[in-house]
Nanobody
Framework: QVLLVESGGGLVQTGGSLRLSCAASGSILSINAMGWYRQAPGQQRELVAAITSGGSTTYADSMKGRFTISRDNRKNTVYLQMNSLKSEDTAVYYC??????????????WGQGTQVTVSS
């Protein structure tokens, strides 16, 4: 089995930055794509960003130019650097992992979620 543990959420003002981390353990050779989904109250769950084991990245249009996903394969950890944060970025962010090289549809493995709150 695969365990995903994420951290780095918190409260930040509009225009500020946060960095999320997600560390994988267990049967990590089962994982190709890793990344994040997010869900705000009353909203649909949406893909934020994804990265394959080879380093190919995918971003939702609203995050392009503001968010950067990266991966440290030696540490089995993926990072999401979030800059120029807006109120609409407020959500619970969930780390996600997949055996396939895509998170669309969502992968099989989920983290516990971390709250990101952007105040104005």
């Amino acid at each position: 089995q695969v365990l995903l543990v994420e951290s780095g959420g918190g409260l930040v003002q509009t225009g500020g930055s946060l960095r999320l981390s997600c560390a994988a353990s267990g049967s990590i050779l089962s994982i190709n794509a890793m990344g994040w989904y997010r869900q705000a109250p009353g909203q649909q769950r949406e893909l934020v960003a994804a990265i394959t084991s080879g380093g190919s990245t995918t971003y939702a249009d609203s995050m392009k130019g503001r968010f950067t996903i990266s991966r440290d394969n030696r540490k089995n950890t993926v990072y999401l650097q979030m800059n120029s944060l807006k109120s609409e970025d407020t959500a619970v962010y969930y780390c996600n992992g997949a055996r396939l090289a895509t998170l669309i549809p969502p992968g099989e493995y989920w983290g516990q979620g971390t709250q990101v709150t952007v105040s104005s």
